[in-house]
């Protein structure tokens, strides 16, 4: 498939490079950094080779998220939003962009979207999941938090959707991760940091102020969709002081879209395309954590009608982000 479009597409600029080199073997760490770094060389050719015409980009993990003073984080973040708005305005055909937002200030978070949604034409945001604050070393904060709903509203209102990306969770406050470092990242803390964090807005009652907000998941869903049953299927029975109006389901089928990035699997596909319909599910890559050419010569490949690759492939984010390309 030649005209995919992608949106888990990751650039970093200077200020945040460093926070990638965990992630990478020290072997293969100038090659993902230069990849990071890079606009208009590795990443067009990349792109040209495996059939993607458009990649909506977003700073790395975790970035503005794991910056505690708030002037600090509103500072790098407007930074890496006017780099990647530069980069638009010189392919506005092939990249697209998500905001980074400092959200240790809820308001400067939604000055800071509406700058790029408005002003630089972003097509919404991506956070790394939860937010370093200043305090206790270790303080964090999750959006369904009551100081957000401001900032929510506002994002609402813009109609643009915002993809939860994963982070690690800070190891001193989950001991499970203690000597199992192989266990982190990408392994799996990323799925089970960041499916709890998307449960944390989906069961907050987010969804039932704001019916129109979407959001993005990678990786499949980072899990839900295989659990999505079992857990209607618990809170049924009892909803312990859940205060959303809905099913958690029903906000997954209807609030929620689900992207390919760094899980290549036909079954994975297949069994997430029976929970939410394949009008859910767009084609991402995770690049440059991931290889277009592994993303692409499954996708291109994999045993689906041509209608819904066409959809997966390409046609379900020109819907949702409302593209002409
Ligand atoms: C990602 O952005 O999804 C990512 C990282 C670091 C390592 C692997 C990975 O930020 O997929
Ligand atoms: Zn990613």
Partial sequence: MKNKIALEEHFAIDLTIGDSQVYARPEVWTGLKSNLLD?????????????TEFSILSLNSPAVQAIPEPRRAIEVARRANDILAEQIA?????????????????????????????????????????????????????????????????AAKLEKPFY???RDPLLSREPIYEG???????????????????????????????PALQMILGHFGEGIPFNIWRIDHILRKGRRGMPCEKEVGEYLR???????????RTPTLLSTMLEVGS???????????????????????????????????????????????
């Fill in 254 to 264: 209807s609030n929620v879209h689900i992207t390919t990035s760094g899980n290549f």
């Fill in 39 to 51: 606009f208009e060389q590795q990443r067009l050719d990349q792109m040209d080779e495996w059939g």
């Fill in 164 to 166: 939860m990306h994963p």
């Fill in 90 to 154: 010189r392919h506005p055909k092939r990249f697209g962009g998500f905001a980074a937002v400092p959200l240790q200030d809820p308001e400067a978070a939604a000055r800071e979207l509406e700058r790029c949604v408005k002003e630089l034409g972003f097509h919404g945001f991506l956070v790394n999941g939860f937010s370093q604050v200043e305090g206790a070393l270790d303080a964090v904060v999750y959006y369904d938090a009551p100081q957000f709903a401001d900032f929510w509203a506002a």
């Fill in 180 to 210: 199992t470092p192989w266990l982190t990242g990408p392994t799996w803390a990323f799925a089970a940091e960041t499916s709890m964090h998307a449960l944390r807005l989906m069961s907050s009652g987010l969804f039932d102020k704001h």
């Fill in 279 to 325: 009008d859910r599910i767009m084609y991402s890559v995770d690049y440059p954590f991931e290889k277009h050419e592994h993303a692409a010569s499954w996708f291109d490949r994999c045993e689906i009608s041509e209608n819904d690759r066409q959809k997966i492939g390409r046609d379900n984010a020109c819907k949702l982000f409302g593209l002409s390309l």
